[in-house]
């Protein structure tokens, strides 16, 4: 799905070692530019190997500095460049290499601009006016506040009025920063426990009128171009596989999953499994009903008995320490694959590398135990394209991003962040449907006790 471009042999011997140790199982080639450092001839050697359906990363030392400047005008949006700080590339420390790799990928969810005459984001790299106060990082991710209770909330928590569809940039240590247009307007801090999310305004006039059509209309090149990538990488398993089995969690990113399995392969081939761990959000149930109607699917449901451990007494709530939900989730999902598996099989998942270091270094495509095969085809994907490809092929966002949660899981999550539980307090439609659970006023209960003790 990524390939590395470098300029010479040697430098290409370095690359090589630095992806045998940090990212074994990749299917990335190494291409070099045969030693050229003039722009003409590099952009013959980078036309011969450049094609529509890989992503990929050109890594350049410092003394090609001025030569990348040059390609940054020139080269289309699946590649990514990447200037190395020394003089050679073989001279880096192939630790420092890894690091710098895991730049340049995120350069692919992370790209985001400003078209003003379109009152836009678009999300493709050298395209639009660079964001204020924005970088690239591994750790970073990028999404778009859509729907009226996603601002009202946002709103609320700054005591200011903000723009229609306003931009985040989740960052480091719960701390996001919130665009509208190029400017950077508030930022926000989510503790995990403790105070309330609060924030602050840094710009008062950032009021601008953003529209879901204008986003699909300035990014559907954007779209198409992911999109494209995405399939093809899948493709390459469409004759070899007998059986295409489909985790789906409603969440947006498995939901994507799901979209590109049904563009790929025939629909009879396509099995989709929603695990229901009995703590899902009762708006669950009505989007799968929703989706599956809308898409022509059946899904098969499994159950992971998670409410009834904790109401039983068998299992305390789970923690950060303990998540043993987990492992439930999976238990109940692996089992419902070995009653549907039937010949070759593929798994398609919706990792994405923003979600966590560990998924961000799996290979694209992995065995699991011999029995089938799993592939992540939106990878490298950022959550704002996620969201706007969905909303491209005719889906509605999940009610619960529409409210402004970010990730979705159970309604007695251990990773629920002090945002999502103030959406789930103040968000009249959602408390109402939760607050006769017994499990949730425990669960409630004890985070507010929690909050207390902070």
């Not at 005591?159 to 920063?177: A, E, N, T």
């Not at 930022?187 to 305004?201: M, Q, R």
């Not at 449907?433 to 003790?453: A, W």
Request: proline letters at 3%; one cysteine or more; aromatic letters at 12%.
């Amino acid at each position: 799905m990524i390939d590395i471009i470098v300029r010479s042999r040697r430098d290409a011997n370095a690359v090589k070692s630095m992806m045998e140790k940090f990212y074994p199982g990749w299917d990335s080639r190494v291409y070099t530019l045969h030693g050229k450092r003039n722009f003409d001839k590099a952009i013959e050697e980078l036309e011969n190997i450049i094609s529509k359906d890989r992503f990929y990363v050109l890594m350049l030392a410092r003394e090609d500095a001025e030569l990348a400047r040059e390609l940054e005008k020139v080269l289309p949006s699946n590649v990514a460049i990447q200037v190395v700080p020394r003089s050679k590339i073989r001279n880096t420390r192939i630790e420092h290499l890894s690091h710098l790799f895991d730049i340049a990928r995120s350069k692919f969810r992370l790209a985001v601009g400003w078209i003003d005459e379109c009152s836009s984001y678009v999300f493709e790299l050298r395209k639009g006016v660079q964001l204020e106060k924005y970088d690239f990082n591994p750790a970073y991710d990028v999404f778009l506040g859509i729907g009226e209770e996603s601002k009202r909330i946002l709103e609320k928590i700054l005591s200011r009025k903000v723009c229609s569809i306003p931009l985040f940039v989740r960052r480091f240590g719960g701390k996001h920063y919130v665009y509208c247009g190029y400017k950077l307007t508030a930022t926000l801090n989510i503790p995990d426990y403790g105070i309330e999310p609060n924030g602050k305004i840094v710009c008062d006039e950032c009021t601008e009128y953003i529209s879901v059509d204008n986003l699909l209309t300035t990014n559907k090149e954007t779209i198409s171009t992911y999109a494209f990538i995405s399939k093809k990488y899948l493709e390459k398993y469409r004759e070899r596989v007998d059986t295409v089995i489909v985790p789906w969690s409603g969440g947006k990113d498995s939901t994507a999953a799901l979209l590109l399995a049904l563009e790929v392969f025939p629909k009879k081939k396509i099995k989709v499994i929603y695990v229901d761990t009995g703590a899902d959000f009762p708006v669950m149930n009505s989007y799968v009903e929703y989706v599956s109607r809308k898409l022509g699917i059946d899904v098969i449901k499994a159950y992971a008995n998670i409410d009834k451990l904790i109401l039983n007494g068998e299992k305390e709530f789970p923690t950060h320490d303990n998540r043993w939900c987990t492992g439930k989730k999976i238990e109940a999902l692996e089992n419902k694959i070995k009653e549907v598996i039937d010949g070759n099989t593929l798994v398609i998942t919706g990792d994405r590398d923003a979600e966590s270091e560990r998924r961000s270094l799996r290979p694209a495509s992995r065995v699991r135990d011999e029995n089938y095969i799993i592939v992540s085809p939106i990878k490298v994907w950022g959550g704002a394209h996620v969201q706007l490809y969905i909303l491209s092929r005719g889906l509605r966002l999940n009610p619960l991003y529409e409210a402004g949660f970010y990730r979705i899981g159970c309604y007695m999550c251990p990773a629920l962040r002090s945002w999502e539980l103030y959406i789930m307090l103040n968000n009249k439609r959602i408390y109402n449907e939760l607050k006769n659970y017994e499990l949730f006023k425990i669960f409630l209960n004890m985070r507010i006790n929690q909050r207390k003790s902070f």
